[in-house]
């Protein structure tokens, strides 16, 4: 008996039955994101037709111009484009500074203080909602408070009352903190020798070290403030500073729907996260190995 072509049939079977598997998993994953491509290319009377019609009789692109006529999409997506960079920079900086200090200063109380911060990241962020509410709204000297705060709405229906609760987040420090874990200190110690001070060691000598942690970085907050609907809804009440996300409500009205300029301005939105995903990807990868669970 041929045991060596019996076991490499059965290698092929499984292999092949592994790719056929993977294949099926990716066509049902990708089948809503072609549903809303066709459901903003679709004339209006198509896009409910039964049985689904996956392939309309015509394309058209008048979706995407009631998209941009019926509310001030172009707007909404400057805000929400302004917020999420702000925050990336934010995070950036202050969660790297933070990471820093953590992994690579020694103080007393170094790890405690980390222990607290793990512990912050395992609370559901609507729990902390409402105190974050009230300390916007009674910050005092801003948006007409006084020294006790009070007397104007603080930082309420402005962008500081979405970039500053969320500048420093704890998944930003905890995350380079561990990459600065990987780097060796023998370069702070030289560094130390030749009189430089620690912010100096930070900015010139670490920090450019970190360009895989600081693109992977930039992917996960940009993301995070350009989907972000809850917080920017509750904090903004002009509707010239209304989002992008918020702006994806004005196609729904009077109990309805209307799906193709929704579906248009959904991809249009999700341009921004694809554009700065494919321009750093090849930081992502080396930035998730290296930011592991070394402590």
Not at 28 to 43: A, H, I
Not at 191 to 209: D, M, N, S, V
Not at 228 to 240: A, E, G, K, R, T
Not at 251 to 273: C, E, H, K, R
């Amino acid at each position: 008996m041929d045991t060596s072509g019996s076991s490499l049939f059965k290698r092929s079977l499984s292999k092949s039955i592994y790719y056929i598997v993977c294949i099926v998993i990716a066509i049902v994953m990708f089948l809503p994101f072609y549903w809303s491509v066709l459901t903003s290319l679709k004339p209006d009377e198509e896009i409910f037709a039964m049985p689904i019609r996956w392939f309309p009789s015509h394309l058209t692109l008048e979706h995407y111009r009631k998209a941009f006529t019926t509310a001030p999409f172009a707007l909404f997506f400057w805000n929400s484009l302004v917020l999420a960079v702000a925050g990336v920079l934010a995070n950036l900086f202050f969660g790297s500074i933070s990471g820093y200090a953590f992994a690579k200063l020694n103080f007393k109380l170094n790890k405690p203080i980390f222990r607290v911060l793990l512990a912050a990241m395992m609370i559901p962020g609507i729990v902390t909602m409402i105190p974050t509410v009230y300390v916007m709204r009674h910050i005092p000297f801003f948006g007409g408070n006084d020294i006790f705060g009070s007397g104007g709405n603080g930082l309420m229906n402005s962008f500081w009352g979405i970039i500053l609760p969320g500048a420093s987040g704890t998944f930003a420090v905890f995350f380079m903190r561990q990459f600065f874990l990987t780097l060796p200190s023998d370069m702070m110690e030289m560094a130390r020798i030749e009189g430089c001070g620690e912010f100096k060691i930070f900015w010139r000598i670490y920090l450019p070290l970190t360009k895989p942690a600081l693109a992977t970085l930039s992917i996960f907050t940009f993301q995070a403030g350009w989907n972000s609907f809850l917080w920017p809804m509750i904090v903004l009440n002009d509707p010239d500073k209304a989002t992008i996300q918020m702006g994806l409500q004005a196609f729904s009205y009077n109990f309805q729907t209307d799906y193709g300029p929704m579906m248009a301005g959904a991809l249009v939105a999700i341009l921004p996260i694809l554009v700065l995903f494919l321009a750093l990807q090849r930081y992502f990868v080396q930035g998730i190995a290296f930011s592991g669970i070394k402590g």
